[in-house]
């Protein structure tokens, strides 16, 4: 889709974004499925607010369009450059890779597999399903993954991992990164945020794929029912085309 160009996909599907009112604490950099919703709610709980997880790409305020730009520049070769301070980073990891590979793959693995099926359809004609399928199917899971999350998975986590490591090395900055795992707690995460441990309160739990499917169908029902009515429209305004042009024919017979 990268040959159309963006002014006719944001005529045809443009949505509008909603606009940062606070500005960028920290970033959590760590990959999908590595106890990324268990820190959303942590950093909630510790009053940082509002934090962007990878559920604001598909509800409500939806940016996914903003988010695919974004990802555009990001893929660009020399298109990318970090031009002030980094914020704090919390590179969130998974101890075992094994069970971060298979949580992936039975969630974020639909993404990577992008099949030609009865929601593919229905992604032409609702903008929030297109931009979805826009940005996970055809850009940032093919990308980010070299192709193939099933080939690649694992060899770009550790690179990923790795990547932010050095990053932060080189620009003498180490200090400002933590990495934590979900089993590490409070503790190493509210020292980092020179914040007080939550007394009496354990850290939030986790997000299993099967809860992540269910939230994924329950919030996007309405993109769904929408796409259905505009394709019962678009059909029905076809089907009239097409008899107004069968009967002017019949008046040439």
């Not at 559920?55 to 996914?64: A, G, N, V």
């Not at 029902?221 to 002017?248: S, W």
Request: charged share 25%; aromatic share 12%.
């Amino acid at each position: 889709m990268s040959w159309i160009p963006d002014s006719i996909l944001h005529a045809l599907y443009g949505t509008a974004p909603p606009h940062r009112t606070k500005p960028m604490q920290v970033l959590a950099v760590g990959i999908s499925r590595s106890a990324t919703e268990s820190l959303r709610e942590a950093l909630h709980i510790l009053g940082l607010e509002h934090t962007h997880h990878g559920f604001d790409t598909i509800l409500p305020p939806y940016d996914l369009e903003e988010i695919y730009r974004l990802l555009r520049r990001k893929y660009t070769p020399g298109n990318l450059k970090l031009t002030r301070r980094i914020s704090i980073l919390i590179l969130n990891t998974r101890s075992d890779l094994d069970a971060w590979y298979a949580s992936m793959e039975a969630t974020m693995g639909y993404f990577d597999r992008n099949p030609v099926d009865w929601d593919w359809v229905k992604s032409w004609f609702c903008a929030e399903l297109f931009w979805v399928r826009q940005c996970m199917c055809r850009t940032l899971m093919p990308t980010f993954f070299k192709g193939s999350f099933a080939r690649n998975g694992k060899e770009v986590y550790k690179e990923h991992v790795q990547m932010v490591r050095t990053l932060m090395k080189e620009r003498g900055e180490e200090g400002r990164l933590l990495e934590w795992s979900v089993e590490d707690g409070w503790g190493p995460l509210c020292e980092f945020l020179g914040k007080d441990v939550p007394e009496g309160l354990e850290f939030p739990s986790g997000n299993p794929p099967q809860a992540w499917a269910e939230r994924i169908a329950r919030t996007t029902e309405v993109y769904h029912i929408r796409a259905l009515r505009n394709m019962a429209i678009f059909g029905a305004g076809v089907v009239g085309v097409i008899g107004v042009v069968v009967a002017l024919a019949g008046g040439y017979v």
